[in-house]
């Protein structure tokens, strides 16, 4: 998932394929023009197969394209940043940049984008009924789209976590047990449990056991991705709660970088680096810039060292400055649980930590790694 080719913006929103996409596309292009649309359609030149098929697959993408939109519409709603949706091997994927706060917002996320692919089945079901059920290449697209849309809606309902079915039960055991980490621990429980049972299909299949010889051979392939894939999921979203969780118990305040040092914004960067920036340690990463009477922003001291040698003489900090206006602020008390997903949402590596409207120290996202590794070698 970590190739992204842009292909355009939804509501400001990225929308991109990652290249495992091509994959899905090749082989559902080929299905319909080779097997699908001859059977129904009778003789026609083949040429006119394959273009009906890519157009077919290309609105079916933009179908899922639209699941994933009705998801973040609604995490919009509620305040929830989204980085991108894209599209990949096995669908498509809304990313969102934090948590749900409460259950309730998690069950009307989970099932907005269902929700979308049944309307859209609904709405291809009456294009297949105007276009009079027969054998003709409308009736044809429509009556696979709705299909299709309808398919998917059903799919996604499985309680598999992190699919969206498996994020209602999520919220279901969240709603009754009221604690989150609890109830994605089972729901991801419930995820690779389902997981595994599609890996174990898939393994059946390609032995052409007895009673599964009629099923192909690629779904049996294809039950065994989505099985790798879903177990997958479901660990990384049971480790990222069990993150939140452990961050949670930890403030702003106890891991805050507090004497940090700071420089008129005029000083240049070599009075800077041979100054409070001279020497190594945690507390000179980042330089407080301030016009006297206010602090201005940050530089960094890996921007400060930089610029060439000879223009560290008349080379001002405040050219190298982050503005205190670009920088998100940061309490005292605030949960690690929260600055994370508030740093992953602006792609933030630093927050000014500000205490009754004066700047106290930062916190950037090394503290918080360092705190995280902690953790792994306790565990």
């Not at 049972?197 to 065994?224: E, H, K, R």
Request: proline share 5%.
């Amino acid at each position: 998932m970590r190739g992204f080719i842009r292909i355009g913006r939804i509501l400001g929103i990225p929308v991109g394929i990652n290249p495992s996409w091509f994959v899905l596309l090749f082989l559902i292009v080929t299905t319909l023009a080779t097997q699908a649309f001859p059977a129904e359609l009778g003789p026609r030149r083949q040429w006119e197969y394959w273009a009906l098929a890519l157009a077919a697959a290309l609105v079916f993408f933009i179908s899922m394209v639209l699941h994933e939109l009705g998801h973040s519409v609604m995490a919009r709603y509620f305040g929830i940043p989204v980085r991108s949706i894209t599209l990949f091997v096995l669908g498509a994927v809304a990313q969102t940049t934090r948590e749900t706060r409460r259950p309730g917002q998690e069950f009307l996320m989970a099932v907005a984008g269902p929700a979308v692919s049944v309307l859209l089945g609904g709405l291809f079901m009456v294009l297949w009924f105007l276009f009079g059920q027969g054998a003709n290449t409308f009736s044809q697209v429509a009556g696979w789209l709705w299909i299709m849309n309808i398919a998917v809606g059903i799919f996604n309902m499985i309680p598999a976590y992190p699919m969206d079915g498996g994020r209602v039960l999520r919220a279901a055991l969240w709603g009754l047990t009221r604690n989150q980490r609890r109830a994605t621990r089972w729901a991801a429980y419930a995820g690779r449990g389902i997981a595994w049972t599609a890996v174990t299909a898939g393994v059946l299949v390609l032995a052409n056991v007895p009673g599964l010889d009629d099923v192909p051979m690629l779904s049996g392939a294809q039950f065994i991705l989505l099985g790798l894939f879903l177990n997958f999921a479901a660990g990384q979203g049971d480790e990222q709660s069990s993150l939140l969780d452990y961050l949670s118990r930890y403030q702003v305040a106890d891991v805050m970088l507090r004497d940090v040092p700071a420089v008129l914004e005029d000083t240049t960067v070599g009075q800077a680096l041979s100054g409070p920036l001279s020497g190594y340690g945690p507390g000179r990463d980042w330089l407080l810039l301030s016009d006297g009477a206010r602090c201005t922003g940050l530089a960094a001291r890996a921007a400060l060292q930089n610029v060439p040698v000879e223009r560290w003489g008349d080379t001002p900090v405040k050219a190298l400055r982050v503005p205190s206006q670009q920088i998100e602020p940061a309490a005292p008390t605030d949960l690690l649980s929260e600055i994370i997903q508030r740093m992953d949402a602006s792609d933030a590596p630093v927050m000014l930590v500000i205490a009754d409207g004066v700047v106290t120290g930062v916190i950037h996202r090394g503290l918080l790694t360092g705190l995280i590794e902690r953790r792994s070698r306790a565990a």
